[in-house]
């Protein structure tokens, strides 16, 4: 987490970002003409070195992204009773875990920053900018992982739910090994922790979907990154 939190603010100027979040649609095609369309959506976690974190593959296209995100193994309470502290600061203020990009579907909780639809101060176009030209670490993400496994491009005829969730986790799987052999991942190393008794917290989900801590984050990063100097977010007149 310290290396990913080091990488993303060097890169993006954003303290405490864990990765971006987003969904990508699958192909699943049958023999019958009105079931040739994407039906299987993937979710996913990518860090700016296109490493996947996290992926979860297997719910219908037709879903949009918040039934899959109430689905999603990433929030399960049994999971994030144990979810370890990694504290940051950003405008003097210190938060107790990294957050992920996403867009603005999503619900306004700590560990989701989404960015601003209709920005009207100066620096809250910066902040809409830089998040945008963050988020697309995960799109890149999908887009590399796409044109090198055309499996996941074409449609997958006739083939189960299960093993297309097979095809897409083992492609994944492939795609963060060949990361680390070439030496483009941020964290190359994987250092085993201690194994611990798991004590699981109730209260931890409740933070993790704080509302508040959501709005004073995104106020807090919006001031950082306010007083940097980064002229690629300077707004243009015709923009204001």
Request: negative net charge; contains cysteine; glycine residues 4%.
């Amino acid at each position: 987490m310290a290396l990913l939190y080091q990488a993303h603010e060097e890169k993006h100027h954003l303290p405490g970002m864990f990765g971006s979040y987003d969904m990508a649609l699958l192909y699943q095609a049958h023999e019958e003409k009105h079931y040739r369309y994407p039906t299987v959506m993937l979710e996913a976690v990518a860090s700016q070195d296109l490493w996947f974190w996290h992926a979860f593959a297997g719910p219908p296209g037709s879903q949009n992204d918040i039934n899959v995100l109430q689905q999603s193994p990433l929030f399960l309470t049994k999971r994030n009773g144990t979810a370890l502290k990694c504290p940051f600061f950003v405008n003097n203020h210190l938060y107790k875990r990294g957050y992920l990009l996403v867009d603005g579907i999503y619900p306004s909780w700590s560990v989701f920053v989404k960015s601003i639809p209709y920005p009207h101060e100066v620096d809250e176009k910066k902040f809409k900018r830089q998040h945008e030209a963050a988020r697309k670490d995960v799109e890149r993400a999908f887009g590399v992982l796409k044109a090198k496994w055309v499996v996941l491009s074409r449609p997958m005829r006739a083939r189960s739910v299960k093993k297309i969730r097979s095809v897409v986790y083992t492609c994944i799987i492939l795609h963060n090994m060949i990361l680390k052999d070439e030496g483009k991942a941020i964290a190359p190393v994987h250092i085993r922790d201690p194994p611990v008794e798991p004590a699981i917290d109730d209260t931890v989900l409740g933070e993790l979907m704080d509302e508040d801590t959501h709005w004073r984050l995104k106020h807090d990063l919006i001031d950082h990154l306010a007083s940097q100097d980064l002229p690629h977010l300077l707004v243009d007149s015709d923009e204001d």
